[in-house]
């Protein structure tokens, strides 16, 4: 009895701490700055914050605020100005984040992005 409460407890221990271990996308976002390809052939950086993103495409720098939903799975950025916003499918593979637009429209616009964490030296 007293070896299958331990391995319970020690099986309970290392998922715990594994769950915890785990940042969230929005923290890991926020961790780097990023290499942002798109289908379109665009390529540019971008920079995340609490709730604000900064990208910059040959040295001209725009931006827009973001939200993630509660699951983490999709983002929304929102342009000034009462532009519409844009919503993407958000999926981590590896250390890349892979945004898939959420309609044509967006999809023919914009293109759906890869972004990959710019090295730190």
Same mark, same amino acid.
């Given at each position: 009895m007293k070896k299958i409460v331990v391995l319970l407890f020690t099986i309970?221990?290392?998922? =715990?701490? =594994?769950?915890? =271990?785990g940042n969230s996308v929005h923290e890991d976002l926020q961790a780097n700055n990023w290499n942002v390809v798109s289908t379109k052939g665009d390529a540019y950086s971008a920079?995340?914050?609490?709730d604000t993103v900064t990208f910059d495409l040959a040295g001209f720098p725009f931006g827009y605020s973001y939200s993630l939903d509660e699951d983490e799975t999709k983002i929304v950025f929102q342009p000034s100005e009462g532009d519409e916003s844009i919503e993407y499918n958000i999926e981590k593979q590896n250390d890349e984040f892979v945004l898939t637009a959420t309609t044509e429209e967006s999809r023919e616009e914009n293109g759906d992005l890869t972004l990959t964490p710019i090295e730190q030296e």
């Open positions: 309970f221990t290392i998922f =715990s701490l =594994s769950a915890c =271990s920079n995340f914050g609490k």
